[in-house]
């Protein structure tokens, strides 16, 4: 049982919430009050929202209130407020992908995430800013002003589910969703120093999220604490039939595994970890290294054994990322044209055709447009087989990799970016060095096993480093555990930055 | 790999986007830098064998019993048209 279950102005759970509504010891709709009142003061000065309806949530609270008396049994996640990346469907709701293209959609189904979520109790609370369409590593690239670090305003929270990572760090809300295809639920997780979980590639069904790179998207949590992460977990994983990459055998039960270790001192006697010597050269700062090297320290003091492992194929991993996601990408978004729904190039007297070019270039921002071109060129005559079919083979091979690694470990370990948060504007110009901060946490994505960051510890600028723990295909449990009994030893996540209110 | 403005103008075109001259431009320098950089995947050791498939290394798509199912309210998904005319979408004109 957590032991933060009174509704301070600070830094409650999703746990804590849900185990005091269910207790009647706080009304779902007085949680709801607290939460709107603290959004409608912070969320334009952060810019993390692009829709909120303080009276749509009221409603919802007071739906999830009505439930309780008859169906608290299966509702874990009680009045526990979630604020939706805006790639994410709810019905009803304008849901944009942070770009001009469908700024006036609103979507006609919920997610199955969202079915999921609403069914356990959750009150959703609005729909957060990214990155468009889920490509970019700073949520620079929103077509609605980029969203900034509750951290240091001058910084991005990284991206690309840069508004889910900022009002979980703002606490806005004690869980957000994001969506992780390169990095983009872990690296904003570290920049903002909270917990992030990408899960195995099939375990949270795709249905409903606006898909990038169908091969390699995952939808999952951001908290503030691993419990909180395998609460929401649990809820979320398991068999869809609407998602034909749902794993038949998917479903969790982790938060069972955190509970039976709160009773003691959790530690990691017996747990094999691996550090890939790759993820540790150049390219990763000094002062973020120094963090990450003494949370291996505490690691080894928590009792697990360290082992070097190597990862070879790894170096290949943007280039293979950059060739695939945007092959994905590119044909994923053919979809938005300007017929059935978003955006519409308003010039009456053009063509079919052209109507099309002139939608489609006047409603994508210039990353989007950049990423189409790439994956369009990768899968063009006369260049499939040198980019694309060798890109799919580098996957394959990389996927051995940590196949390989995992004979011999439990987990790896490994800084989740190798900087803390830059500032804004640092790296909007040079598409490379903003694909390169992804170098840590793209691997994990082309291999399917899930990872999580946590956060563990500060730089010499005072910003949050971010640690990421992967695990072998379906090793979530482990994975959480390991996460639990780390933070457990060294309280990272209780660390608040002061201005925020 | 020479990334030139034929192939930029080429590769907008297949991707149904209508480029200026300056985003061409932009786009070509762009394309040119990230694709010297995916260049290092040409000197990657292919250890696979040439047996190795990528549509046949994975799982089988699953299938499901060929029951009908509902499909999406007509009302909800025209609501979002831009041109409509009942349960059409409007486009312009395609054959003269």
Redesign the interface.
Known sequence: MSSETSLTPWSPTAAGIAHDVRAGNIAITDVAEHYIKRTETLHKGLNTHLQFDGNDVRRQAKAQQARLKSESATMPLAGVPIVVKDNICVSGVRTTCASKILEN??A??DATVINRLRAAGAVFFGKANCDEFAMGSSNENSAYGPVKNPWDLARVPGGSSGGSAAAVAADLAPVALGSDTGGSIRQPAAFCGIVGLKTTYGRVSRYGLVAFGSSLDQIGPMTRTVEDSALVFDVLAGFD?HD?TSLANGAAESSKLIAKMQSGKPDLKGMRVGIAKEFFEEGLDASTAKVVEAAIDEIKKLGASIKTVSLP?I??S???Y??LATAEA?ANL?RF????????AKDKS?????????T??EG?G?EV??R???G??AL?SGYYD??Y??????R??IA?DYRKAFSEVDLLVSPTAPTSAFKIGEKSND??AM?LSDICTIPVNLAGIPAISIPCGFDGAGLPVGLQLMAPLMGEEKLLTGAYAYEHATQWHRQRHPKIG | MKIDRALVTRVAELANLKLTDGELTHYEAQMAKILGYVEQLSGLEDKLGKDWRSDTAGSSTPERPDNVQPSMAVDAVMAQAPASSGSVFQVPRIIE
Do not use: C
Request: proline share 3%; glycine share 4%; hydrophobic share 35%.
């Open positions: 959609y609103t006609t189904y039939p034909s194929h170096k290949y943007v280039a293979t950059y060739i590119s053919a044209d300007g017929i059935r729904y978003g955006y519409r053009l063509s079919l055709k052209d109507l099309y070019r002139t489609r270039a994508f210039r447009k950049q189409i071109m790439l369009t060129f063009s040198a980019y079919a060798k890109a799919n083979r580098a394959a091979m051995e598409p490379l694909y």
